[in-house]
């Protein structure tokens, strides 16, 4: 049950951002939204995350672009928590956001008790897998439901049928998968007390298992789901940039980016893939085609092994079995500051040798290769490597790039 026909006016980049550093990346790198924490209330602890007048300055500034933050308000927050609510949604609405991400039912009324005017957006942890959910709670005030991760291509599309026109659907394209059902695990929380529904999720789904029998202690043996491994509850990263096309017909308005908690390398990269993607779609709907080098860029950053999830029915091959680690190609070797008179001029990251073979990559461009055939630090004295953690430098280029673009090399 795809729906034919989608307005492709309607579809949304929408970037994760930790901090300010990841904040800015999403920005340059093209998302048309960007989705954050304050210090209360939000779904990732680990991550820095915005003080009031943080939220202020990232309001301000992705205004100025034409970019809509979203603030999450998605934990399950205890009664000695209420009581902040009100001057944290208030400070929020002051700041500018454009929209907050909520998951409890009474924090959504408190949200319209003491901001009405600010637009609801109903959290991935609220578990809506059907139509009647979704129509709910647009009734109750939600301007946009975030569906759980366990649908289907016909059940997305069939919500979108049954439910409101002007109800905004979004979903997630990229990024981590949880094992458990909508991210509503309590496993964190029963083995090292660290609650999960609280954003301070411990990730049990990411470590290796083995069996102890009961009066052989300190014995410890294997658990083999098959000949692969012992790490049964992993599940390998979602990737969805070749399907858009379907997520849009079946009704998806906003392609949404995981990763608050993950570097600004990864939201540069990813969101900038995904904007392009994106950006194809519109302009030949019918016709929706990836240049290699675009499907290519997601696998320049730190991964697991990707699927699909439950786009196309019961997942078959969404489990890693292997290890839990990530897999890393990639490391970003400098960022640049300016480009003039036919040299780079550049902030080091991590070392690299004159000769290296490097990449470039701008916002909304194909990467460009370049060889460091000379490497000149900040006194204008040519060197070997670039081998000092935030060294300026420069380098002979043809091409120019904007500021912050990135400059990595293959590993």
Not at 186 to 207: H, K
Not at 248 to 272: C, D, L, M, P, T
Not at 393 to 409: A, D, G, H, V, Y
Request: hydrophobic share 40%; glycine share 6%; proline share 3%.
């Amino acid at each position: 049950m795809i729906l034919s026909n989608f307005d492709v006016n309607r579809l949304e980049v929408l970037a994760p951002a930790g901090d300010m550093e990841r904040f800015y990346s999403a920005l340059d790198f093209g998302a048309d939204a960007v989705y954050l924490g304050g210090q209360m209330f939000g779904m990732r602890a680990g991550p820095a995350n915005f003080t009031a007048d943080g939220l202020k300055q990232a309001c301000d500034e992705a205004h100025k672009r034409g970019v809509k933050v979203y603030l999450t308000c998605n934990t399950l927050p205890r009664n000695n928590e209420i009581v902040h609510f009100e001057e944290f949604i208030k400070t929020a609405s002051d700041a500018g956001v454009d929209a907050v991400i909520a998951t409890d039912i009474g924090i959504l009324s408190l949200i319209k008790k003491y901001t009405p005017d600010m637009e609801i957006h109903i959290s991935t942890q609220a578990g809506i897998v059907n139509y009647v959910t979704a129509q709910e709670f647009y009734n109750m005030g939600a301007k946009r439901v975030v569906l759980a991760r366990e649908l289907s291509l016909d059940e997305i599309a069939e919500i979108r049928a049954k439910t409101n026109s002007e109800l905004d659907i979004e979903a997630f394209v990229h990024g981590a998968m949880c094992v458990s059902f909508s991210g509503r695990c309590l496993l964190s929380q029963y083995l090292v007390n660290r609650d999960a529904n609280r954003g301070e999720c411990a990730q049990p789904c990411r470590w290796g298992y083995h069996l102890m029998e009961e009066k052989r202690e300190g014995e410890f043996y294997p658990i083999f789901e098959d000949e692969k491994g012992s790490y049964i509850l992993n599940a390998k990263d979602m990737c969805m940039i070749e399907q858009l096309d379907k997520l849009a017909e079946a009704g998806v308005n906003s392609f949404k980016i995981e990763g608050r908690a993950k570097s600004s390398y990864y939201v540069s990269v990813v969101a900038n893939a995904y904007r392009i993607a994106t950006d194809i779609l519109k302009a030949n709907p019918d016709n929706y085609v990836l240049p290699q080098w675009v499907k290519d860029e997601v696998y320049k950053v730190s991964h697991r092994a990707y699927c699909t999830g439950f786009l196309f029915g019961h997942p078959k091959d969404c489990q890693y079995y292997e290890n839990s680690g990530y897999i890393r190609e990639y490391d970003v070797v400098a960022v640049v500051d300016d480009c003039k008179d036919g040299m780079i001029y550049a902030t080091q990251r991590n070392k690299f040798n004159k000769g290296d073979e490097l990449e470039i990559l701008a916002p909304k461009c194909e990467p460009v290769k370049l060889t460091a055939n000379r490497i000149i630090n900040e006194w204008g004295e040519e060197v070997e490597s670039a081998n000092h953690a935030m060294m300026k430098l420069s380098m002979p280029c043809e091409n120019t790039f904007p500021k912050n673009s990135i400059i990595r090399m293959k590993k």
